[in-house]
């Protein structure tokens, strides 16, 4: 990943704070900076050639149903999708002789992003200029994409981390979210053992202008003082809300909860959208002021046989389906997606006990 990058340089003041939704996507909202940046340089590389097959508008059907499930037919990232790497366990070390994203190409590079910051001590360098930051996250293509802006978030990939979240990935995330205009962009992280497929650290970024039940689904509060919600619809899972005024304090939170995971060796799926504000009834408006966090602890997949129609990863849990074969495609219902996503969820008891554990943590 040698070469000179296109640096994108944001401050606080490019957070885009009110984003409006209609059933098209953007309601009365111009693309940010971010979004032009990400979209336009996406679309050049796609023009040359440089992913591993053409994506173009995808067949989609919104399954019928309270789910609301979004499916889509996306054969060829079945297909040409990089075969996972051997993974046994959540907490598998970085091994450098494994493919890693600092091996890509430099032509698959979009940007890097750098946050301004005054009083920081690192740099970055933009049009020949220093810029105080407090650290840099690449962006790049994935080569084998499941809708529009696919990319990959690679916070300090130099560092070699293993795929484990940190505080500053999930930061990065949710500055990215923040940056976007467009209440499409999504960003989420799947850890080893949950489709996984590179033990370099990472989160995927893209573009779904349809709506998903996780913007407003109800909730239930367990640590309102840190923003953390119970969602017990299907698939029960954790989720934190923030308007963006405290990013890293957000991160930090995630962090605690998925360290917990991380040390018990237990899978899990991280999954980033505007969403509505939490409430125990599913309020659903057109507002999207703030950034949903959803954290799924989910069985672990190590060498398991994959799925069919579809694997069972971040966007999935969060109702987004990009199906694999045209058959399971046209004839699934929301029932035979229920019926596949139960074989990777934790049963309640195993959720009871972890929630038990983080509330705890969190209150300490």
Same mark, same amino acid.
């Not at 149903?65 to 996306?74: D, F, H, K, S």
């Not at 750098?114 to 933009?126: D, F, I, N, R, Y």
């Not at 799925?307 to 987004?320: K, P, R």
């Given at each position: 990943?040698?070469g *000179?990058?296109?640096?994108f340089t944001?401050?606080k003041?490019?957070?885009?704070?009110?984003?409006?939704r209609?059933?098209?996507?953007?309601?009365?909202?111009?693309?940010s900076?971010?979004?032009?940046?990400?979209?336009?340089?996406?679309? +050049?590389?796609?023009?040359?050639?440089?992913?591993?097959?053409?994506?173009?508008?995808?067949?989609t059907?919104?399954?019928?149903?309270e789910?609301?499930?979004?499916?889509?037919?996306?054969?060829? *990232?079945?297909i040409?999708?990089r075969?996972?790497?051997?993974?046994? #366990?959540?907490?598998?070390?970085f091994?450098?002789?494994?493919?890693?994203?600092?091996?890509?190409?430099?032509e698959e590079?979009?940007?890097?992003?750098?946050k301004?910051?005054?009083s /920081?001590? +690192? #740099?970055?360098l933009?049009?020949?200029?220093?810029t105080?930051?407090?650290? !840099?996250?690449?962006? $790049? $293509?994935n080569? &084998?994409p499941?809708e529009?802006?696919?990319?990959l978030?690679?916070?300090?990939p130099?560092?070699?981390?293993?795929?484990?979240?940190? @505080?500053?990935?999930?930061?990065?995330g949710l500055?990215?979210?923040?940056? /976007?205009?467009?209440p499409?962009? *999504?960003?989420?992280?799947? !850890?080893?053992?949950?489709?996984? /497929?590179?033990?370099?650290l990472?989160?995927h970024?893209?573009?779904?202008?349809?709506?998903?039940?996780? +913007?407003w689904?109800?909730?239930e509060p367990?640590a309102p003082?840190k &923003?953390?919600?119970?969602?017990?619809?299907?698939?029960?899972?954790?989720?934190?809300?923030?308007?963006?005024?405290?990013?890293?304090?957000? =991160?930090? =939170?995630?962090?605690?909860?998925?360290?917990i995971l991380?040390?018990?060796?237990?899978?899990?799926?991280?999954?980033? &959208?505007?969403?509505c504000? @939490?409430s125990?009834?599913?309020r659903?408006?057109?507002?999207?002021?703030?950034?949903?966090?959803?954290?799924? @602890?989910?069985?672990?997949?190590?060498?398991?046989? +994959?799925? /069919?129609?579809?694997?069972?990863?971040?966007?999935?849990? =969060?109702?987004h389906?990009?199906?694999?074969?045209?058959?399971?495609? #046209?004839?699934?219902?929301?029932?035979?997606?229920?019926? $596949?996503?139960?074989?990777?969820?934790?049963?309640?008891?195993?959720?009871?006990e972890?929630?038990?554990?983080?509330?705890?943590?969190?209150? =300490?």
């Amino acid at each position: 990943m040698e070469g *000179r990058r296109h640096v994108f340089t944001y401050t606080k003041q490019d957070l885009v704070r009110d984003v409006g939704r209609t059933d098209g996507g953007i309601a009365g909202q111009a693309l940010s900076g971010y979004d032009t940046a990400l979209r336009s340089g996406w679309a +050049e590389k796609m023009s040359r050639g440089l992913f591993r097959y053409h994506l173009g508008e995808l067949e989609t059907r919104v399954l019928p149903g309270e789910a609301t499930y979004v499916a889509q037919l996306n054969i060829q *990232r079945g297909i040409e999708r990089r075969k996972p790497q051997e993974i046994l #366990s959540v907490r598998q070390n970085f091994d450098p002789k494994q493919f890693n994203f600092n091996r890509i190409k430099p032509e698959e590079v979009l940007f890097e992003m750098c946050k301004a910051e005054p009083s /920081s001590t +690192e #740099s970055c360098l933009q049009n020949g200029t220093t810029t105080a930051t407090t650290g !840099s996250c690449v962006v $790049i $293509i994935n080569v &084998s994409p499941l809708e529009f802006g696919h990319s990959l978030l690679l916070p300090d990939p130099e560092r070699c981390q293993p795929q484990i979240l940190t @505080p500053h990935a999930v930061q990065v995330g949710l500055e990215s979210m923040f940056l /976007s205009a467009d209440p499409g962009y *999504r960003v989420g992280f799947n !850890s080893l053992g949950a489709f996984a /497929s590179v033990n370099h650290l990472h989160l995927h970024g893209y573009y779904l202008k349809h709506a998903l039940r996780v +913007e407003w689904a109800p909730t239930e509060p367990l640590a309102p003082e840190k &923003s953390l919600y119970r969602v017990d619809c299907f698939p029960k899972g954790f989720m934190f809300y923030t308007e963006g005024e405290d990013p890293g304090g957000t =991160a930090e =939170a995630v962090c605690e909860l998925t360290d917990i995971l991380v040390d018990g060796d237990i899978a899990h799926n991280v999954f980033m &959208s505007r969403g509505c504000p @939490p409430s125990r009834e599913a309020r659903r408006s057109a507002l999207r002021r703030g950034v949903r966090v959803y954290v799924w @602890p989910r069985v672990s997949c190590f060498g398991a046989k +994959e799925e /069919s129609a579809f694997n069972v990863a971040l966007c999935e849990l =969060a109702g987004h389906l990009p199906f694999k074969n045209k058959e399971d495609f #046209s004839k699934i219902d929301e029932d035979g997606v229920k019926a $596949i996503v139960q074989r990777y969820v934790i049963n309640d008891e195993e959720f009871t006990e972890l929630e038990k554990r983080l509330v705890e943590k969190l209150r =300490a």
